[in-house]
C-alpha cells in the first residue's frame, strides 16, 4: 500500500438511506466493491456501459441548495461540505464519496489552480480499504493524476504532487506546454500526441505528457488518446473542465452532493467563466440514485443526456 495520507472514517455514523433507483439503467461494469462501501451505500459502485473510444467519465461536486460551489473568504470547494454545521457525519461521507469515485477511476483530472489553493493535497485515495479494493481488483494504488495545462506555466511544480514521485502523472497539454512540463518533470518523459494503435501498459516509473489541439486542448481527441493508453475511467473534480466536458459530449455522469447551506451573491457557481448553454440547446439529466444522510445532505446522481429534442 501507499504511505501517503489516510483519513479514519466514522462508518458506524455515515450509513445512507435511499430515496430513489432508476431501474431503468442498466449497470454493467463495477466500478469499485470495499465492505465499507457496503455499510454506507448498501451496494458497490457501479456504472452502465463504457464508450468504446474514450474514456468512461464522471465528475464529483457538492454544492449549497442555489448552486454555488466556494464561499467567497474559502474558495477551497470542501469548505461547501465542512462548513455545513448541521449535517455533522453526512459532510464526511461526502469526503469519503469522492475517494469512492476515486478509488474507482484508472485517472483523475483536476486544474493547476487546485494544486495551488490545496498545497498539500494529493490526487491518491485516502482510505486503506479502498486503496486495497482496487489493487485487488487490478487497479494501480495510485490512479493516474492527469494536469490539464495550455503552456505549462501554471503548475506549481514545487507541489508535492510532482516532487514526491509517488503519484503517477499525465501533463495534459498544447503543443505550447510540452517543453515546461518535460523541463520540470522529476521522472523520464514519455510524449504522446496522437492515438496509440495498440493500447499500452503505462510505466509509474516514468511521466507522459498527452498533446491534443494547438492554442487549446481539444478535449474530443484527448480523450481517445487516453482511452489508447489504458485509461477507462476518468473522474473529472475540476468544475471548470466539467462545463467544458459537458459542452464537447464527453461527460457521462455527474455526482452532485448537496449540502443545504445558501451563499448566494456572486459566490462562484460551475462554469462560471465560460459560455452557458441556451434555451434551446443544453443538456438534460435522469437521476440514477438518491442518497439521503438526513435532512441537511443528500447525494444525488445523473446521467447526463445530450441528444434531446424540444417537446413543448
Not at 66 to 82: K, M
Not at 156 to 169: A, M, S, V
Not at 236 to 261: A, K, T, W
Request: proline share 5%; aromatic share 10%.
Amino acid at each position: 500500500m501507499s504511505n501517503l495520507v489516510k483519513n479514519n472514517y466514522p462508518f458506524d455514523k455515515m450509513k445512507l438511506k435511499c430515496l430513489y433507483k432508476n431501474e431503468n439503467i442498466k449497470m454493467m461494469n463495477v466500478g469499485i466493491e470495499d465492505e465499507h462501501l457496503n455499510q454506507v451505500y448498501g451496494e458497490s459502485l457501479q456504472f452502465p456501459e463504457f464508450p468504446k473510444d474514450r474514456p468512461y467519465t464522471y465528475s464529483s461536486l457538492v454544492t449549497s441548495i442555489d448552486g454555488r460551489i466556494a464561499f467567497n473568504d474559502a474558495p477551497e470547494g470542501p469548505f461547501i461540505a465542512s462548513k455545513n454545521y448541521l449535517a455533522k457525519e453526512g459532510s464526511v461521507v461526502d469526503w469519503y464519496t469522492l475517494n469512492v469515485l476515486r478509488a474507482s477511476a484508472d485517472a483523475i483530472i483536476f486544474g493547476a489552480n487546485t494544486l495551488k489553493m490545496e498545497p498539500n493535497g494529493t490526487g491518491h485515495v485516502y482510505d486503506e480499504s479502498l486503496e486495497k479494493s482496487r489493487v485487488r481488483m487490478g487497479k494501480n494504488e495510485i490512479p493516474w493524476n492527469v494536469i490539464p495545462t495550455l503552456d505549462g506555466t501554471d503548475i506549481p511544480y514545487d507541489h508535492i504532487q510532482f516532487t514526491g514521485k509517488q503519484i503517477p502523472i499525465i501533463f495534459y497539454t498544447t503543443p505550447n506546454g510540452v517543453k515546461l512540463c518535460q523541463e520540470n518533470s522529476l521522472k523520464p518523459v514519455v510524449i504522446i500526441n496522437d492515438v496509440l494503435k495498440e493500447e499500452i501498459q503505462l510505466n509509474v516509473d516514468v511521466n507522459y505528457i498527452v498533446v491534443t489541439g494547438d492554442k487549446v486542448m481539444d478535449n474530443v481527441k484527448g480523450m481517445k488518446i487516453l482511452h489508447s493508453m489504458g485509461i477507462k475511467t476518468l473522474l473529472v473534480e475540476s468544475p471548470s473542465l466539467m462545463h467544458l466536458f459537458i459542452q464537447d459530449q464527453l461527460m457521462d455522469e455527474l455526482f452532485l452532493n448537496y449540502s443545504c447551506v445558501y451563499l448566494g451573491g456572486d459566490s462562484l457557481t460551475i462554469g462560471k467563466n465560460f459560455k452557458a448553454f441556451d434555451s434551446k440547446n443544453h443538456p438534460h439529466t435522469s437521476l440514477i440514485t438518491v442518497y439521503m444522510h438526513s435532512s441537511h445532505y443528500m447525494y444525488l446522481r445523473h446521467k447526463v443526456i445530450y441528444d434531446v429534442k424540444e417537446v413543448c
